[in-house]
Structure formats: C-alpha cells, structure tokens
C-alpha cells in the first residue's frame, strides 16, 4: 500500500532540470539564447551563407551604399561589408569563448585551491588577484597585448588572463560556503583524500554560478576582443573582425555610414543576448534573486 | 576611524606591492632582450647600451625589480623614448584632459542613473521599470566606441551641431570645451549610468520595504517625502561604494572614447605608447591608473564609512 502511494507521487525533477524549466520560461532570456545559437550557426556556416570573398576587393565598387548587389554596401576597397560582418561573426564568438575557457581554466582551479585550503595560499592568491582586479580589466588587456605583440590569439590571451580574477574570487567564495557543509565533512569523515573532497564533492556544487559568470563573461570579452581590436591589438588586417572594422570605419564616418552602422549593430547585439541569457540564468539558478 | 584606515591600508599595501611586481613583470614577455627591444626600430647602440645600464640587464631579476620600485618610489617611472620626456611629466600634461572628461561623465552617469533607478523602483514591474531596465541593458551592451561613431554620424555630420573631434582648453574657450567634450562624456557616462540605475534600484527596492519607510508612510507623509528623503538618504549609501567600483570602467571607457574623438588625453597616451612601442610610457600608465584606482576605491570606503553611523558605532 505505501509502495503504491509512493509509486503515484510524481518523481521530483532534478535541480538542473527545474533551472532549465524555470530558463525557459524567460522570454527574454529564450531571445537572447535564439541569437546567440543563430550567432553561433552563422559562424560555422560562414563559407555558404557569406554572400561574397570577405577578402575580395573590387576597384569598381569602392564605399558603395547598401544595394541588392551588396545588402549592407562595400568599404573602403571595394569588399563586400555583409560578407566581412558575416565572417567578422568567427573572431568575435572565438574570442569570446577561447578567453572565457581561459579564465576558466586558470581561475578555477586556483580560487578552488585558495578556498579549499586557506591560510597562506589563500592569502597570497588574494593578494595577487586584488592587484589584477586593481587594474582596470581593459587597461590591463591592452598592456599585455602591447607587450605580446598584436594577434587575435595574443588579444584572446590577453582579454582571458585579464578576467581570469572574477573567476578565483568567484569560485573562492562559493568553495568556502560549501566546504563547511554536512557532506563534506562526511566526505572527509570517511577518510577521502583533500584532493578527491575538492574536486569530486565541492567543485560540482560550484559550478552553476561559474556558468552564469562564464555567460556574462562571454559578453564582456566579446567587447574586450572587438575593444582591442578597434585599437588595432586584435585581429589583423584584412582578416575580418567587427572591431577592425569599426577602426577602418570611423575614417569614412562622412563618406560611408554603412561601413559603421552593421559591426557596431552585430557587437551590439551578440553582447545583449549574452547579457540577457546570462542575466536569465541567474535568475533561473537562483529564485532568490529574481525578486 | 583610525582603526579603519589602519585596516584598510594593511590590505592596501601589499596589494600595491603585487601590482608593481605584475607591472615589472609585463617587460618579461617582450621576446630577446628587452634592451635591444625598447631601443625601437632604430637600434642605436648607444641607446641599447644605456638602456642595458639603466635596467641592470646585467643583474639577476628580483635586484632588477628592486632598482625599479626604488625608482618609482621616488617618483621615477622611466623616461619616453619616442617623447624623450619622463613618463611621471607626460602623465601630469595628459591628465588634466582626462579628469575632466571623467568628472562630466560622472554628472552625466549620477543624473541619468539614480533618477532611472528610483522611477524603477517606485514603479516596479510596470512600464517606467521595464522601460528604465531596457535602457539599462543598452547601455550595458552597446560598445562606446561604435556608440561615439554614431554620435558623430548623426550630431556632426547630419546636424552639424557639434564638432567630431579635437580639444580645447577650458582656459581658452569654455563653451568649445563643452562642445567638445559633451559627446565623449555621454558616451563614457552612458554605461556607468545603466550600472548606477540598477545599483539605485536595487537598493531602493531593499530599503522601500524596511520598517522606517512603512513608519514614514502609516505617519502619513507624502509618497514624494518618503521617497526622496527617507529612502533615497539610505539607498545611495552603498550605490556610492558599488560605484566607486565603476572607476574602472571610466578609465578604460577614456582610452576608448579618447581614441574616437581625438582627445589628447590619458587613454590617448596609452594607445599612442603601444603603437610607438614606447614600453616605459605603457608601464607608467598602468602603474598610475591601478594606484588611482586603489586610491579612489579608498576614498570611496572612507566616505561610505563617514555616511553610514553603524560602521562607525
């Protein structure tokens, strides 16, 4: 009978699986997820969908205005703008999750040990990410590409030590919420090793707001990236990035509007759909705080 | 008071000592020998030979970081090759520029923000605060360099109204200044104020609802007195310090924004350093912007410590 009357209740959803229920019914956050998969679709598929050589140039169609013939017009040589803001998608989606994984990479394992084990290697890892985070994030971005020279790796390196500071603080803090907890201290009870407790009983239960950071972090090196190389420290010349694109494009401002007009559009919009998923993924992990 | 200071600076302290052993370590990625590197193009033995002295290339790394914090210490943050003026004067010629432009970005960030952010909070969940968190996500999301662009497509070029780039002195002619400057301090401003109006929303949401503002309220005050002088006074207490933290975003907005208006400023100095590889000035800059940072986030704790009576309790 009690067999029965457990088999009827409805088997409870998993907390993932709640968060993504709770995901879904953000439609603000559905439309930011719709632009950044058609983002990312439009990167992978630049080489069909790309209208023109984004390389291409053509002496007879120098800083033409939008027509059938060039949808979003050409620049100052001739290149087809739609075809380079296409292929500029690439540079700009590379840069902002390589740099992300690299934060990632580096900050978490380091805000994990300075969590987990406390005492002087927590307080020299404070220490040194007070320095970085006491240097604003794109000045300091800027000083290590200049010194590694300008590349769209050097700027992805650059942008992904920069942000790696929120990550050690990030995971730091939610490491030394959950190490005092029941289970861990179960864990350790039972003679598990530190390294083991670290990573196979505490680091799972950090991960959901590392993956809200990581969303808005995405968003924030998308800018740093198209930042850089608008100044001309990112992706080199003539390969597209929407950045570059801008630095050529402030010249002919008079002349040639449309040159301006779509990058800045597509950097705008990559980075608010980031901003509105991640925003939605805070809100769907944490209840709390959607009041 | 004191004891707070004291505590403070104790943190303080070291955390400066770690931002000059990361600033001296950049010079360490430069690939070969950072002397032969520094000289430029030209390599002048005779500038690589004075530069390889003035380093102590010859000494191990810890003495040759000692010998450079002994100079910045006494105010000697290395001299420009290109410029061939030291990098403490170039910084004191560049500021100026740039102090202004943040400082009427700030007016412009306070004047938008906390309005917006008290409109939302007193009208939450219903148009005015999807309208104010709309905006706010724009300005969040909106690149200023392109934003700067487009001002200028449309307030130079299509209205004619104000001039695209350039500098004047407020000593010469304040209203060029102005002109100047309005498009570059919106564009800097813009950003920093989506941070203050959710900052001031948040804190106004948390205090609307405390026991004082229903006291206010059962007394039977106007709703415009509650707000505005029973809730605001509390709310802006910490938009202040999670402000301050905006700083940050002011001064890398400047090297941006500087760029596209072709303003002489700090951020210019910067970008100018990088291109003319001038390695010394990049140093400099960023040496003096974390401890302008560091130092502004000090006063910003100290203010909100002078503020807020149950701190100093």
Redesign the interface.
Do not use: W
């Given at each position: 009978m009690a067999t029965l009357a457990i088999d009827a209740l409805p088997r409870e959803a998993s907390p993932g699986a709640r968060a993504l229920r709770r995901l879904s019914r953000r439609p603000s956050a559905m439309v930011g997820l719709f632009f950044v998969v058609f983002f990312v679709l439009l990167a992978i598929l630049a080489p069909w969908v790309s209208p023109y050589d984004p390389l291409a140039t053509s002496w007879s169609a120098i800083r033409k205005a939008p027509s059938w013939a060039h949808w979003f017009g050409t620049d100052e040589i001739g290149r087809d703008v739609l075809a380079r803001v296409i292929w500029g998608t690439r540079a700009s989606l590379l840069a902002g999750v390589v740099s992300v994984s690299i934060s990632i990479a580096l900050g978490v394992p380091i805000g994990l040990l300075a969590g987990y084990a406390g005492r002087w290697p927590d307080a020299l890892i404070s220490?040194?990410t007070?320095?970085?985070l006491?240097?604003?994030?794109?000045?300091?971005a800027?000083?290590?590409?200049?010194?590694?020279g300008p590349s769209l790796t050097n700027a992805m390196i650059a942008i992904g030590i920069s942000a790696t500071p929120i990550f050690i603080r990030l995971t730091r803090a939610q490491v030394q919420t959950v190490k005092v907890e029941d289970y861990v201290e179960a864990a350790r009870a039972l003679g598990n090793p530190h390294p083991r407790i670290a990573v196979r009983h505490i680091l799972p239960n950090v991960v959901p707001p590392l993956i809200v950071q990581a969303t808005l972090a995405i968003?924030a090196a998308v800018?740093a990236e198209?930042?850089l190389s608008?100044?001309?420290?990112g992706q080199q010349p003539p390969a597209p990035s929407w950045g570059s694109m801008?630095n050529t494009?402030?010249n002919y401002?008079?002349q040639a509007?449309w040159m301006?007009?779509w990058?800045?559009l597509s950097?705008?919009l990559l980075?608010?759909s980031f901003?509105?998923l991640g925003?939605g993924m805070r809100d769907a992990l944490d209840p709390r705080e959607g009041? | 008071m004191s004891t707070y200071l004291a505590r403070r600076l104790a943190t303080i302290l070291p955390t400066l000592l770690f931002v000059t052993i990361l600033i001296f370590s950049l010079q360490q990625l430069l690939p070969g020998d950072p002397a032969k590197v520094l000289a430029g193009e030209e390599q002048d033995p005779a500038v690589i030979a004075y530069l390889q002295k003035k380093m102590h290339l010859d000494q191990p790394l810890p003495v040759r970081y000692v010998y450079w914090l002994g100079g910045v210490l006494t105010g000697d943050l290395g001299e420009s090759l290109r410029m061939q003026k030291p990098v403490t004067a170039l910084i004191a010629e560049k500021l100026p520029v740039t102090i202004e432009l943040a400082l009427i970005a700030i007016v412009i960030a306070l004047a938008i923000g906390i309005p917006a952010g008290i409109v939302s909070a007193v009208y939450k969940n219903r148009w005015p605060d999807y309208l104010a968190n709309a905006v706010a996500l724009w300005g969040l999301s909106t690149p200023n360099f392109w934003l700067g662009i487009m001002l200028i497509l449309f307030f130079s070029v299509q209205l004619g109204w104000l001039p695209a780039s350039g500098y004047v002195s407020p000593f010469e002619d304040l209203r060029a200044n102005l002109a100047a400057m309005i498009m570059p301090a919106f564009v800097l401003g813009n950003a920093i104020a989506a941070v203050l109006m959710r900052h001031t929303r948040s804190a106004m949401l948390q205090v609307m609802s405390s026991d004082y503002v229903r006291t206010a309220r059962a007394k039977g005050l106007n709703e415009r007195v509650v707000v505005l002088k029973h809730a605001l006074r509390n709310a802006l207490t910490p938009v202040v310090t999670l402000g301050a933290l905006e700083l940050g975003t002011l001064l890398s907005g400047a090297v941006l924004t500087e760029q596209v208006f072709t303003i002489p400023g700090f951020g210019k100095l910067i970008v100018d350093a990088v291109f003319n590889r001038d390695y010394a000035v990049v140093q400099g800059v960023v040496l003096f912007t974390a401890t302008a940072y560091i130092a502004l986030n000090l006063l910003a704790d100290l203010a909100y410590f002078l503020i807020n009576p149950r701190l100093r309790g």
């Open positions: 220490r040194v007070d320095a970085m006491a240097t604003p994030f794109l000045i300091l800027i000083a290590l590409a200049a010194f590694l968003a800018i198209a930042s608008f100044l001309g420290l801008l494009a402030k401002v008079e509007p301006a007009v990058p800045g950097i705008f980075v608010l901003n509105l925003d009041v | -």
